[in-house]
């Protein structure tokens, strides 16, 4: 844990809290992007295309290049629908940090920083359900990870989730995409309590699925 410390966030943080949310939540897009290629549908999609575009010019070029400006366009669509994602997260409760997290009961927000700067964030608030806390916002720059940080974060919300009285329980949603997120939660001692394919039609098409963890207070 040398070389980082986590503390109570600050209103001198705010940009760099944004920041560092947004950027590590950025780096998910190509891993999007795979995944939704490797769907069925998807793949059914392209192959017929391709197959009917081969038939019809009768050369591999048009096919080919049909295929890749098909790829292309994709991916500037996943890309922007997940951008737009992101701006929404930073327009919901990143877009006031001290009024979401600091000034009422049972919620905080914490920063992880090193080298001077802000490197990490996490947040705790109610989860809409009595005795339930939301753990939210989980970030570390990719440049300071593996070093512990992301752990320590996780620790301070639990350490703070154990001072509520009433509460029972921090709970958090994780996305398909989150693999090494959801093996630090499991470190920490969150268990899977269910999964869901997102409830829309963006949801679906793309088998979005979300897991939801919890973390039982004695």
Request: aromatic share 10%.
């Amino acid at each position: 844990m040398a070389g980082f410390r986590v503390r109570p966030y600050r209103d001198e943080d705010y940009e760099a809290a944004r920041e560092v949310f947004a950027t590590a939540m950025s780096e998910y897009a190509p891993a999007l992007c795979l995944h939704v290629l490797r769907q069925p549908w998807v793949l059914l999609v392209l192959g017929c295309a391709f197959c009917l575009l081969l038939a019809s010019a009768r050369s591999l070029l048009l096919p080919v290049l049909a295929l890749t400006l098909l790829l292309a366009l994709g991916r500037q669509v996943l890309g922007c629908a997940w951008r737009a994602y992101i701006e929404r997260c930073l327009g919901d409760d990143l877009s006031d940090i001290r009024r979401a997290y600091m000034d009422g009961p049972g919620a905080r927000f914490w920063v992880a920083e090193a080298d001077g700067r802000v490197v990490g964030t996490v947040g705790v608030r109610p989860a809409g359900e009595a005795g339930l806390l939301a753990l939210k916002r989980m970030a570390v720059r990719k440049d300071y990870r593996g070093r512990g940080i992301a752990a320590a974060l996780g620790r301070a919300a639990l350490g703070f989730a154990r001072q509520q009285r009433g509460c029972r329980a921090v709970v958090l949603n994780t996305i398909m995409l989150q693999h090494e997120a959801r093996a630090l939660y499991e470190r920490l001692g969150f268990r899977r309590q269910r999964r869901f394919v997102l409830p829309t039609a963006y949801g679906r098409l793309a088998n979005c699925t979300v897991t939801v963890y919890r973390y039982d207070l004695p």
